[in-house]
């Protein structure tokens, strides 16, 4: 299933990349694609997880920077 997000307030284009590994590497996480320019994410996960990986996913970003906003769009 492809999940999209909106990402506010990311102000770094390494950080970003780093965070799309990071993001990649979750377990569950198909793929990910994390767009600096654009500020969306965008993720593919297994249906029956989706809250359980998209709440890691959030909280991951939210380590890494916490100035950061994520909203599903």
């Given amino acids: ?3 999209k997000f909106k990402i506010q307030g990311l102000d770094c ?3 970003a990349a780093e965070m799309e ?3 990649q590497a979750l377990e569950g996480i198909e793929s990910a694609s994390l767009s600096f320019m654009s500020e969306r994410l965008v993720i593919e996960c297994d249906e029956a997880r989706k809250d359980e990986i998209v709440e890691k996913m959030k909280k991951l970003i939210k380590d890494e920077e916490p100035e950061v906003t994520v909203e599903e769009i």
């Fill in 21 to 23: 590994r990071e993001i």
């Fill in 1 to 3: 299933m492809k999940i």
């Fill in 13 to 15: 284009a390494n950080c």
